[in-house]
């Protein structure tokens, strides 16, 4: 019997997982996809050489440097239901990129070291999720290395977090005592065996024994502080109550290790039980709000990232578009709201760098549609070109860097580089007004590194970036025209336009921009910038 629209788009569980550096999220990220059959071979993280390539980090230098600088895709199926994983950059240079994969996620899992607790980058990316009113399952790990106090890190998500807890399962020690976790729903113990580093890891469920079993098998001392504290789990914290996980208030909790395989698969049972199916999507449509279900026959989506030079032989560009409704079909016509057409043969299904064509999907599905420069981040596309989905921010850069090519002959090949570098949202791009500089914006000195690295290996242009003169940039708006226009043509020195061809104010410093605004009450000098489309 064939399996209805809703039905297909219902098995869907569209997530990204979230953490600060070196938390884990990479080894957990090649761990699911093991636990889910997606790889083979998990372990490759910690590994040398070649094998230290892992299956979502698939760029040049996030090979040699082992960290993720951009947010790639897989999709696997497991248990008659197909993930979306979305990996995230975990470094806080390409958080931009963090927050547009998180507009297209349904959940998150959040990683935490369990020596560290909360860090910093987690709570940028956990107050993104709020925004966004994601669930978010969390997920300690490290627990086979010495951590902190399981009660005292959940007392941490809960005040720093303003997030109620609520353990599934509680650890039995940490470190070289740790020995697995009870399952608090179930009753049993979920046993922990210990493995040396050069052991390659088996995909499968971790072995389960009652607790009369594990009375005899664990060190008494561990036992009793197991017993102990699972108690007092289940008397102090609440009990797991789904509608408050699924409004954001409550973060189920598993704890385990991923880089010995452990508790990945009762992350992955927890995800299917509990993580949202496609959500309701808010959207326009002819001027009206309108809410897009996951049922609805018509095909609608948003594209929250283009990625150029997947395939540097081929000068590929990719649009990473997320489905919100309807059943596609390859070789579909789908429209964008400036009603550019765009015939769909070749949509590409991920696992990171490697792709099959897409025969079909469904909402909650990412799906890639190879494109010339016709699409960019924040584009709707629906079968009608009617339908209009909430943009997605820019932020203004931390860093402006004056950029230049090495052989003065090359600008216009080098601004051709930096326009597609800034399309992908790796860095941006603005022009000022008077001269023919190019202005490169970044959140951090890393991402800099890395449109230096690209710039060279893919479009092989020596590129320098210098001290630009001005160091803050700021969009500017206003309800009055003639009044924008005006301060446009009587600040040449100090205005330009972005990418889109917004508006912007460049100045030396912040006072400059609040002298500004206090000259010019009628203008809007923003941090953030929506594109609208």
Not at 24 to 33: D, Q
Not at 139 to 156: H, S, T, V
Not at 216 to 236: I, N, Q, R, Y
């Amino acid at each position: 019997m064939p399996i209805s629209l809703a039905e297909e788009a219902a098995r869907r569980r569209t997530f990204a997982i979230i953490s600060h550096p070196d938390a884990g999220k990479t080894t957990l990220t090649e761990n699911l996809l093991l636990a889910g059959g997606a790889i083979r071979l998990a372990g490759q993280v910690a590994a040398r050489g070649e094998r230290r390539r892992t299956s979502s980090d698939w760029m040049k230098i996030e090979r040699d440097r082992g960290i993720s600088v951009s947010a790639s895709v897989m999709t696997f199926e497991h248990d008659d239901l197909m993930f979306n994983l979305l990996d995230t950059p975990g470094h806080e240079d390409f958080s931009e990129d963090t927050y547009r994969t998180l507009t297209a996620a349904d959940s998150a899992v959040m990683v935490l070291d369990a020596a560290k607790g909360i860090e910093p980058q987690t709570l940028k990316l956990f107050e993104v999720c709020r925004m966004r009113d994601i669930p978010i399952i969390t997920f300690i790990n490290k627990m086979d290395r010495e951590a902190l106090d399981p009660l005292e890190l959940l007392d941490e998500i809960q005040d720093k977090l303003q997030l109620d807890t609520s353990p599934l399962y509680w650890p039995a020690a940490s470190g070289q005592r740790f020995s697995g976790m009870k399952d608090l729903r179930k009753g049993d113990f979920v046993s922990y065996l210990k493995k040396t580093a050069d052991k390659s890891i088996e995909p499968g469920p971790s072995t389960r024994i009652g607790m009369q079993e594990a009375r005899g098998t664990l060190d008494t001392m561990v036992m009793d502080e197991l017993e102990e504290g699972a108690e007092l789990a289940s008397e102090a914290l609440p009990d797991f109550d789904e509608q408050a996980f699924r409004e954001g208030h409550m973060t189920p909790v598993v704890f385990g290790s991923a880089l010995r395989h452990f508790g990945v698969n009762e992350l992955l049972s927890t995800l299917a039980e509990f993580a949202p199916a496609p959500r309701p999507q808010t959207a326009e449509k002819k001027g009206d709000k309108i809410t897009v279900e996951r049922s609805d026959k018509a095909v609608a989506g948003f594209v929250f990232k283009i990625q150029a030079n997947m395939d540097p032989n081929h000068r590929d560009r990719v649009a990473f578009l997320r489905l919100c409704s309807g059943e596609f079909k390859r070789g579909m016509r789908l429209k964008t709201t400036e009603n550019k057409q765009l015939n769909i043969h070749n949509p590409l299904m991920f696992l990171a760098q490697d792709r099959e064509i897409a025969e079909t999907a469904y909402a909650g599905d990412v799906i890639g549609v190879p494109n010339h420069g016709q699409l960019r981040v924040g584009d709707s596309l629906s079968e009608n070109g009617d339908i209009k989905f909430k943009g997605i921010p820019n932020f203004a850069p931390e860093i402006l860097r004056r950029a230049r090519p090495k052989d003065p002959m090359k600008s216009k090949h080098l601004r051709k580089a930096l326009e597609s570098l800034a399309e992908e949202g790796v860095t941006q791009l603005f022009t000022p007004a008077l001269g023919s500089d190019m202005i490169v914006g970044a959140v951090g000195s890393l991402q800099i590194d890395v449109m230096a690295e690209r710039v060279a290996a893919e479009y092989n242009l020596e590129v320098v970036f210098e001290q630009a003169t001005y160091n803050v940039a700021r969009w500017i708006a206003s309800d009055d025209p003639d009044k924008l226009e005006a301060f446009m043509e009587k600040n040449r020195g100090t205005v330009g336009t972005d990418l889109d061809g917004a508006p912007v104010y460049l100045a030396k410093n912040a006072w400059d921009v609040g002298y500004a605004q206090e000259k010019n009450p009628d203008l809007k000098f923003t941090a953030t910038k929506e594109r609208m489309v």
